[in-house]
């Protein structure tokens, strides 16, 4: 049965007496048994899904309603060298025999991925295995995997099977490699060829640091889920697993069972990266410092292409918080993904009923003028001629220490450690200024508190989320990993966070916080007569406005003595505001144009930081003053666009001028108060007998000579007449003799030392 040609082949490689025994004792039986046994089944159609050696594959059919059928399939008649395994529970790692990871190698880069076909020559006893020939390729194309192996020298012959006809060209190739110092023969290179694998890291922070920021090529050995992988690192040996970044998949469960679409992650995975060349890029570890040995990596896949985003999108995983903000790259690229996969109800979501949002797509985006920041996560802005309250998205401003009260909001403010800074870190951003505002979600009204429209706000191009965060003013709200009402950028607001951390910033810094004692002087007339002449003496002082009333009552807070007081506006008479109803008081109703006056004052005032001058103490401990913003007077200003009238206590005051001018102006224009206002028409009587007389001259009045001894202010001066002088000087003389004549006696007078205050 064999050729002339063949024959000669053999005696030129010096085989020729192997040929002969094979051929003359086995032949005639092994044709006998060929002949009388049915022919081998060619199965077609079949994926090469792993290699887990150089003589061990594993094949997947065609998926039919889920992952597909596999088979483990051992080349025949061959045998590879033996793979190091790694350390599981108390078996101790084992080495590789030389060649092993070369062996497999070649394999692996020649088949995975792979369609092949397969005829099983025969199973193993016991183990059940399958033992056949592989074949690569169709039609003329079609490779014996198995021939090919042992020809590149990657495989030898079993010694520990039948002889016969075929085997004897296995042995024939296997000599023909041996003779070429090929693969595995090469004795030159057979010391470096066992690898020196690291199964288990000491410190695998040091590993990260060593490899974080760049792409690491790897290969994947296999899928403990969809979410982990577990790599060896052919540059440097290192044996580990790793966690995909800002995802998490099904998992499987200790006693046997698994989670929903478990087996389909893990197939989707195993489909496109088992076994294969891949890049990754480390992002982090899964442990924390203090239990370094128990540390998992966190990364992505970066070739060939982010499987995260795959699994997302086919609702094969979920977005986790904890390793989002690990990401390298852009986060919501991610969340959009599992967007998508929530819309379409894939796998994992096909149950997820969508939160019905009460923002109408028009006001999902606007624009307006903050006007008042109300703590560290509330703002308001007006947008045209409406008022909306704002809840910054996804944060958390300081909290009183569990158990501590902390008080009133007031009281609350200055107590609470960092509340003040985070709210003066937003005010002097924020108040007068324009900002844009995106609409995340709308917390309903609930236990009696109303309806919040939480969004994110930009200050030009700076999200004020992540920039109050970022100096530890503020911590990040915290969700439940199913719940898409967060901030659009919640990613980006974690990694702030940990920054903040890191780098001490506000409330993560050591040590005592800072605490505000502010004493409050409304309400306290004890109090304010106390402060009232170091106010009066100093003049203007800077102030802060923390809250308007009225129109000319105002709340405000001046650092300088870290004290809280209400001021009356002076010389002026406003309307009141209207006032709803709480526990102690009854509604009111506002005065004509008393709102108007609020609301004006407020856009102009309210939180800005202004000067006061205090005139004056009244009797509730109220000071009674002037508000000066950017140099305007207030009060001035009110009467002006006619929300007050002039207050008769204004012609002792210093401004009657600038208020009389104001009120003049406003009346003639009809303004608010005044726009009901006639000028009353003045006639003047004449007396009786000069309205009869026939006089036609005019009558002069009659002028006198006087000196200005005193000017009191532009309006009022003091005049002595000259015709007086001489009479003045004789008194003052007269005064003078008496006092030489009559002089006073010693100790008469007791003078009065007075103590300034």
């Known amino acids: ?32 048994l060929k002949m009388a046994a049915p022919a081998p089944t060619l199965h077609r159609g079949w994926v090469v899904k792993q290699v887990n050696s150089g003589d061990t594959i594993v094949l997947k059919g065609r998926p039919r309603g889920g992952p597909p059928p596999e088979r483990t399939i051992i080349l025949s008649h061959i045998t590879a060298p033996k793979l190091g395994r790694r350390p599981i529970g108390q078996d101790e790692a084992t080495s590789d025999e030389p060649y092993a990871w070369e062996s497999r190698e070649f394999l692996r880069k020649l088949l995975v991925g792979a369609e092949v076909s397969f005829i099983v020559e025969y199973v193993i006893p016991n183990s059940g295995r399958e033992c056949g020939l592989v074949y690569s390729g169709t039609g003329d194309n079609s490779v014996c995997v198995n021939e090919l192996m042992v020809k590149e020298g990657w495989a030898v012959v079993r010694s520990n099977v039948s002889k016969n006809e075929e085997l004897a060209k296995y042995e024939m190739w296997g000599i023909e490699a041996q003779t070429s110092g090929i693969g595995l023969h090469n004795e030159v290179d057979r010391a470096k060829a066992v690898r020196n694998v690291k199964w288990y890291h000491e410190d695998p922070r040091a590993l990260f640091d060593e490899l974080k920021g760049k792409p690491i090529k790897a290969v994947v050995e296999s899928v403990r889920d969809g979410g982990t992988l577990r790599l060896m690192l052919p540059e440097t040996m290192d044996y580990i697993t790793m966690m995909l970044t800002g995802v998490r998949c099904p998992g499987f469960k200790p006693d046997g069972g698994s989670e929903d679409h478990a087996d389909e992650a893990r197939y989707a995975v195993e489909s496109r990266l088992l076994n294969k060349d891949i890049e990754v890029l480390l992002e982090g570890t899964s442990g924390g410092s203090a239990n370094a040995k128990n540390q998992n990596f966190v990364g992505t896949v970066v070739k060939p292409g982010n499987i995260s985003l795959f699994l997302l999108k086919e609702g094969l995983a979920k977005c986790v918080d904890w390793s989002m903000k690990l990401l390298t790259s852009e986060t919501d690229i991610y969340r959009a993904s599992m967007k998508q996969a929530k819309a379409a109800k894939k796998r994992l979501w096909k149950n997820f009923e969508g939160q019905v949002s009460t923002v109408p797509k028009d006001q999902k985006e606007f624009s307006g003028r903050v006007t008042e920041v109300v703590n560290g996560e509330v703002i308001v802005v007006k947008v045209g001629s409406v008022y909306k309250r704002v809840t910054l998205s996804s944060i958390r401003q300081p909290r009183p220490a569990e158990g501590q009260d902390a008080g009133p909001p007031s009281r609350a403010l200055y107590e609470v450690p960092y509340m003040f800074e985070a709210r003066e870190f937003l005010r002097k951003r924020l108040v ?40 530890g003013l503020a911590s990040v709200g915290w969700h439940k990993q199913d719940d898409d009402e967060r901030a659009a950028n919640y990613d980006a607001l974690l990694l702030a966070q940990e920054k903040a951390k890191k780098n001490k910033h506000g409330m993560h810094r050591t040590g005592e916080p800072p605490i505000h004692k502010v004493a409050d002087l409304g309400g306290n007339p004890a ?120 207050h008769f206590t204004a012609e002792r005051g210093k401004y009657f001028d600038q208020l009389s001018r104001a009120e003049a102006d406003a009346k003639a224009a009809g303004k608010k108060v005044w726009k009901d206002y006639v000028e009353p028409i003045v006639v003047k009587e004449e007396p009786a007998d000069l309205a009869d007389s026939n006089l036609s001259e005019p009558v002069t009045p009659a002028l006198t000579e006087v000196v200005i001894t005193h000017i009191e202010d532009s309006s009022h001066i003091w005049v002595q007449r000259c015709a007086d002088g001489a009479a003045l000087i004789a008194l003052m003389n007269q005064m003078r003799s008496e006092l030489i004549s009559d002089p006073p006696l010693l100790a008469a007078t007791h003078p009065v030392t007075v103590t300034s205050v």
């Open 432 to 471: 007068g200024k324009k900002v844009n505002v995106t609409v995340d979600y709308v917390r309903p009204a609930n236990n009696g508190y109303p309806e919040r429209i939480c969004a994110s706000v930009f200050l030009g191009n700076q999200n004020l989320q992540e920039a109050i965060i970022s100096k």
């Open 1 to 32: 049965g064999i050729n002339a040609e063949y024959g000669k082949q053999w005696y030129q490689r010096r085989v020729r007496g192997v040929l002969n025994y094979y051929t003359n004792y086995y032949y005639k039986s092994n044709l006998r």
């Open 527 to 646: 109090k304010s007569k106390q402060f009232l002449p170091f106010l009066q003496r100093i003049g203007r002082l800077q102030s802060v406005v923390e809250f308007v009333a009225s129109g000319s009552r105002v709340r405000v807070y001046i650092p300088r003595d870290t004290c809280l007081a209400t001021l009356l506006l002076s010389g002026i008479s406003c309307p009141r505001a209207g006032r709803p109803a709480n526990k102690t008081m009854p509604a009111t109703v506002a005065e004509p144009f008393g709102d108007e006056a609020l609301e004006f004052i407020k856009d102009q005032i309210m939180q800005r930081e202004v000067d006061i001058e205090v005139e004056s103490c009244d009797k509730a401990g109220n000071f009674i003053g002037y508000l000066f913003a950017d140099d305007k007077n207030m009060s001035v200003e009110l009467v002006k666009e006619g929300y007050a009238k002039m």
